[in-house]
């Protein structure tokens, strides 16, 4: 079956280091999206990438970074200039036109 | 610009009850609508879409009419369970555009 793996589910790091969250997808989608989730709110975009070798700031992309050398993967990595980095962490592809985004089952981040 | 409003939640209802969640949006081109479902500690799942006015997307005992005379996409169900039980948000995009908007949520709770 075709689909988004996020890996890990959960995720412990301590203050100031960095951490590197893996999306993986089969769908054969061009578009791939990071965004952050905290307790009770929506979404926030981090990052987002329309081809290989190129990506675009989200609205929230401080203390982020991320690279799309593959297809089927974009990784995002949350660096120690992140203020508050503990949060839910969505990665998401779509192909193009006004089709949908279909999520991965994030990875729940914790920084302490 | 483009935005999407959705009611404020928590709602809380007993199962079997109607179920109407409100959503109303502003485009500033042709838009197509999705609903998407979010159960706890999950990414979110494409509940249903509409890609132009009139039309109305279902799945699982869940409607939406794309409204385009009210901006309106309301999310319904004639009889809820328990198993409803989870955040639902109503998003758009526009032709062309590269990232969908998405409301804020509804969190839903379904008491037996």
């Known amino acids: 079956d075709g689909g988004i793996t996020q890996s890990p589910k959960y995720l412990f790091r301590k203050e100031g280091q960095n951490v590197t969250l893996s999306c993986e997808q089969n769908?054969?989608?061009?578009?791939m999206y990071w965004y952050r989730q905290d307790p009770g709110q929506g979404l926030r975009l981090i990052y987002y990438?329309?081809?290989?070798?190129?990506?675009q700031k989200g609205d929230i992309a401080e203390g982020y970074s991320v690279s799309r050398e593959k297809k089927e993967s974009f990784p995002l990595t949350v660096t120690s200039a992140q203020k508050n980095p503990t949060a839910f962490y969505l990665c998401?592809?779509?192909?193009?036109?006004?089709?949908?985004?279909?999520f991965g089952n994030g990875t729940r981040l914790t920084v302490t | 610009g483009n935005s999407v409003t959705q009611m404020e939640g928590p709602v809380t209802l007993s199962e079997e009850a109607f179920l109407t969640i409100n959503c109303t949006y502003t485009?500033?081109?042709?838009?197509?609508l999705f609903w998407y479902v979010q159960y706890p500690g999950e990414g979110l799942q494409l509940l249903l879409k509409?890609?132009?006015?009139?039309d109305k997307g279902s799945n699982k005992g869940f409607e939406a009419t794309y409204r385009k005379e009210t901006t309106s996409f309301h999310l319904e169900k004639g009889s809820v369970q328990v198993s409803d039980s989870a955040v639902y948000f109503c998003?758009?995009?526009?032709?062309?555009?590269?990232?969908?908007?998405f409301g804020q949520g509804t969190r839903l709770t379904i008491n037996p």
């Open positions: 509409a890609t132009k006015a009139d």
């Open positions: 998003a758009l995009i526009i032709q062309g555009a590269q990232k969908l908007v």
């Open positions: 485009a500033t081109g042709y838009p197509s």
């Open positions: 998401a592809s779509r192909v193009a036109g006004n089709s949908p985004l279909h």
């Open positions: 769908l054969n989608h061009d578009a």
């Open positions: 990438s329309q081809i290989v070798n190129d990506f």
